[in-house]
């Protein structure tokens, strides 16, 4: 079945670090690829997708390539801000899979000032 | 728009009681999702439904869940009887399909104890 694997958290950084978060899936066909985020005490909002191969998602200075020969879909920023500490899901949806979502476990960032 | 909108914000209950989250999803949206967060298993989608009906629902924990979808602005999930496992951010998610592509649209979430 479908299945994303991020890297393991939590990611501690300074103000104006650059960021990666790596995230692999598995999935047959050609899924879509999210990055959704959760602030604290709030649900999970949209950040970026990118819907078939090559494709770059980008929003809010965060970015992320649909690799299809790597199924990755790593997220990067490349100066990041106190505001951006949050955890990060990437998710999928399969071809196959109807309207189902499959998400990572979800990384914690930390940036402190 | 108002987006998603989830009650209670908050729950405390004992074990054994009832307990019935509601959701009243983005106006126009056809799909709409049960999702439940906790530390151990992560983000867990319970249930969705289009068009108030329910598609897939192998991620119900059990008999004691229950949602039910009566029309497009309103569903609710219910646990009866509650146990103290059951303690977890519950959020509802809608979305609609445009074209091949659709976004979910997270609520707040309700979080729920069970003591």
């Known amino acids: 079945g479908d299945s994303v694997t991020q890297m393991e958290g939590p990611v501690t950084l300074s103000e104006e670090a650059f960021l990666t978060i790596n995230c692999t899936y598995t999935a047959t066909g050609y899924p879509s690829l999210f990055w959704y985020v959760q602030y604290p005490g709030e649900g999970l909002q949209l950040l970026l997708k990118?819907?078939?191969?090559?494709d770059k998602g980008s929003n809010k200075g965060f970015e992320a390539t649909y690799r299809k020969e790597t199924t990755s879909f790593h997220l990067e920023k490349g100066s990041v801000q106190v505001s951006d500490s949050a955890v990060y899901f990437c998710?999928?949806?399969?071809?196959?899979?109807?309207?189902?979502?499959?998400f990572g476990e979800g990384t914690q960032l930390t940036v402190n000032p | 728009d108002a987006g998603v909108i989830q009650s209670p914000r908050h729950e405390v209950t004992e074990m054994g009681q009832e307990v019935t989250l509601r959701c009243k999803p983005i106006s126009g949206h056809d799909y709409l999702f049960w999702y439940r967060q906790t530390m151990m298993r992560g983000l867990e989608l319970l249930i969705y439904f289009n068009n108030n009906v329910p598609i897939d629902d192998s991620g119900m924990p059990e008999d004691r869940f229950s949602a039910k979808m009566p029309n497009a602005s309103f569903s609710t999930l219910k646990i009866q009887p509650s146990e103290p496992r059951d303690s977890a951010v519950y959020f509802c998610?809608?979305?609609?399909?445009?074209?091949?592509?659709?976004?979910?649209?997270f609520g707040p979430g309700t979080r729920l104890l069970v003591l």
């Open positions: 990118a819907t078939k191969a090559d």
């Open positions: 998610a809608s979305s609609a399909l445009q074209g091949r592509y659709e976004t979910q649209y």
């Open positions: 998710a999928l949806k399969g071809e196959t899979s109807g309207s189902r979502l499959t």
